[in-house]
C-alpha cells in the first residue's frame, strides 16, 4: 500500500481504547501486511515519530492530549490462527498472529480440548500486546504457554524461543527494548498445549468465564487491573481495607469500581485522562498511608507522564 494511503492523520484514540477516553495520534496507520509495518517504521524513522503499537486499546491511558507520533493499529489483518499438530501424542503448536484476540487463541484452544490457554478466554486484549506485557489470570500466564516469538526489532525480522523472551511479571524483553527506545512490532506467538479432555477444558473455560463475569467491572469503560499485584498482597484487598470501594474524588466519572477495587473505571464513560491519572495518585497515596505499600500501575499511561 502507497505509504500517503497508509498514514492517517489526527486520528482520535478514544474510541479505540477500553477505557474510553484520550485525545488523537499525531498519526496512524492500520498495516495490512509485514511491508506495510516496515514502510510505517520507515516513515517514523524518517519523520523522528515515536511509535506506538496498539492492539484491543487495553491496559493503556491515552493522554487527553493525544499521542505525538505514530500509532500503528494491527487488527483484523493480522488475527489468523494455524494448527499445528505433528503427530505428538499429548501436545499440538498453535501459532497466532499478533492482532489476534487473546480470547479467540483461548477458545479455539479450548475448542480442540487443549489445556493451558484456558486463563486467556477473558482477557480483553491481543496477542501482541499479551506477549509484551506477558499478560496472565488465575495463576497462568503466557510464558506458560510460549514457545516463540517473532518480531521485527528496528525494521528487522527476528525470531526467539521463549526461554529468551524474559518474561517476568507483566514484562518481557520487548517491553525492556520498548523503554528502551527501540521499536519493537511483535507479530506472532506460538504456543505449545497439551492435549485434554474437551468436556473438562470446556467446563473449566466456562467456571472462569463466571468468575470474571461475577468479579469483573466489565460492563464499564476500564482498562483492565489497573494495579499490578504486591508481592505478599493483593492490590484489590489493599484498596477495599483503605475504605476505597465505589470512591470518587469528583463527578468526572473517574471511580474506583465498586465491583472489584483492582479496577478504577470510566463510569458512565465521561471522565478524561487526567481525572483518572488524579483518582489513581490518590488511591496509590491512601493505601501507601494506610499499609506502607505502594502500589505499581499496571496500566500503560500512552502520550503523557506517567501517573
Known amino acids: 500500500m502507497d505509504i500517503n494511503e497508509l498514514i492517517k492523520s489526527k486520528v482520535e484514540l478514544k474510541p479505540l481504547t477500553t477505557m474510553k477516553t484520550g485525545g488523537p495520534a499525531k498519526y496512524l496507520a492500520e498495516p495490512s501486511t ?4 516496515l514502510a510505517c ?6 519523520n523522528n515519530l515515536v511509535v506506538f503499537i496498539l492492539g484491543a486499546g487495553s491496559n493503556i491511558i491515552v493522554d487527553d492530549d493525544g499521542f505525538d507520533g505514530l500509532v500503528i493499529r494491527l487488527n483484523k489483518e493480522f488475527s489468523n490462527i494455524a494448527i499445528y499438530d505433528d503427530s505428538d501424542e499429548e501436545y499440538i503448536c498453535i501459532s ?7 480470547s479467540k487463541l483461548g477458545n479455539e484452544a479450548a475448542d480442540l480440548g487443549l489445556e ?6 477473558g482477557i480483553p486484549g491481543t496477542v501482541g500486546g499479551a506477549v509484551f506485557m506477558n499478560a496472565g489470570a488465575y495463576g497462568r500466564e503466557i510464558k506458560d504457554i510460549a514457545t516463540s516469538i517473532d518480531y521485527i526489532e528496528d525494521g528487522v525480522f527476528k525470531t526467539i524461543d521463549s526461554s529468551e523472551a524474559e518474561f517476568g511479571y507483566r514484562t518481557s524483553i520487548f517491553k525492556r527494548l520498548a523503554d528502551e527506545g527501540k521499536n519493537i512490532v511483535i ?6 498445549l497439551h492435549k485434554g479432555d474437551r468436556e473438562k477444558v470446556m467446563a473449566y473455560v466456562k467456571e472462569l468465564r463466571e468468575k ?14 489497573t494495579f499490578k499485584r504486591p508481592e505478599g498482597y493483593f492490590a484489590g484487598k489493599l484498596i477495599e481495607d483503605s475504605g476505597l ?3 470518587s474524588l469528583d463527578e468526572s466519572g473517574a471511580q474506583v469500581s465498586p465491583k472489584h477495587c483492582g479496577f478504577i473505571v470510566n463510569n458512565n464513560g465521561t471522565c478524561g485522562s487526567k481525572d483518572l491519572k488524579k483518582l489513581i495518585n490518590y488511591v496509590q497515596n491512601k493505601v501507601y498511608e494506610d499499609s506502607g505499600v505502594h502500589l505499581e500501575c499496571e496500566v500503560r499511561f500512552i502520550g503523557g507522564t506517567e501517573a
Open 96 to 102: 497466532a498472529k499478533a492482532g489476534c484476540p487473546l
Open 187 to 192: 507479530t506472532n506467538l506460538t504456543v505449545r
Open 245 to 247: 470501594r465505589g470512591f
Open 116 to 121: 493451558g490457554a484456558e486463563f486467556a478466554c
Open 41 to 46: 517504521l520507515d516513515f517514523a524513522k524518517e
Open 212 to 225: 470474571r463475569v461475577n468479579s469483573q467491572p466489565l460492563t464499564v469503560p476500564s482498562a483492565g487491573s
Open 34 to 37: 509485514s511491508s506495510d509495518i
